[in-house]
């Protein structure tokens, strides 16, 4: 009887991993949205990566715009935000690779280097100070726009918002137009990454970018393993089919 009951325990336990192991995030039907880093538009519609509600996000999409929010509760991840950035990349072929990627915030380095020097540090908020330093919005792998930083004030509508609210949550808002991307005619698949950046990402980014290293005639050094530091993911995926409408 108990080998019955530790059976059908474990049975459960391995069902349950697997179903979170198969999360399948969905676009939020389209709905007027502002994009101005308040989300009470977006309320109730948020969905939590973690049961902790670390953070939430959104996305939305219509006829010529990807919508995006996030909510972060989490200070260990607002630092990594507003040090970072987040990263929104979309992928036109519904693949879990690069696309077009927009990054914000992304402080000013000659801002960061100052604001250490400031001798009022310890009395500033560091994570407004960083968002405040980000110059534009940094942008890679679109069709129709030039990689590197984009001006906030841009006749392309790329828009994005990062502010802390009066609960100390950090809130992220973003719009995308769809004929920046470069979707192909009849290319109707897509896949949306939405990640926190920080440096353990982007440690792991380079070491599977690295070439392996030859030890002698005896075969190859084993790349060293990171470990995470977060309890929870820092990015989410979802696959889909663009709103033509």
Request: hydrophobic share 40%; proline share 4%; with cysteine.
């Amino acid at each position: 009887m108990k080998t019955i009951i530790l059976s059908t325990l474990m049975l459960f336990l391995c069902t349950g991993l697997l179903a979170q192991k198969k999360t399948e995030y969905q676009l939020t039907p389209a709905f007027p949205v502002t994009v101005d880093g308040d989300l009470s538009e977006w309320r109730n519609k948020l969905t939590p990566v973690d049961a902790d509600s670390s953070w939430s996000f959104a996305v939305s999409q219509d006829a010529d715009f990807f919508y995006i929010a996030i909510q972060v509760k989490d200070k260990m991840l607002q630092q990594d935000a507003a040090r970072h950035g987040f990263i929104v990349n979309i992928n036109t072929e519904g693949k879990k690779k690069e696309g077009a990627q927009l990054f914000y915030p992304i402080p000013d380095s000659e801002s960061i280097r100052a604001l250490s020097r400031d001798d009022n540090l310890a009395h500033m908020n560091i994570r407004e100070e960083l968002i405040k330093r980000s110059r534009g919005y940094g942008l890679k792998g679109f069709a129709h726009i030039v990689d590197g930083l984009l001006s906030f004030e841009n006749t392309y509508d790329v828009k994005a918002f990062a502010k802390l609210n009066e609960q100390d949550q950090l809130l992220y808002e973003a719009m995308i137009p769809i004929k920046a991307i470069g979707f192909k005619r009849n290319q109707e698949k897509f896949a949306l990454q939405l990640a926190i950046n920080n440096r353990f990402a982007q440690l792991q980014k380079a070491m599977r970018k690295a070439p392996p290293q030859r030890v002698g005639i005896y075969g190859m050094q084993p790349q060293t393993s990171l470990k995470n530091p977060y309890k929870v993911k820092t990015e989410v995926w979802m696959q889909g089919q663009l709103n033509k409408n």
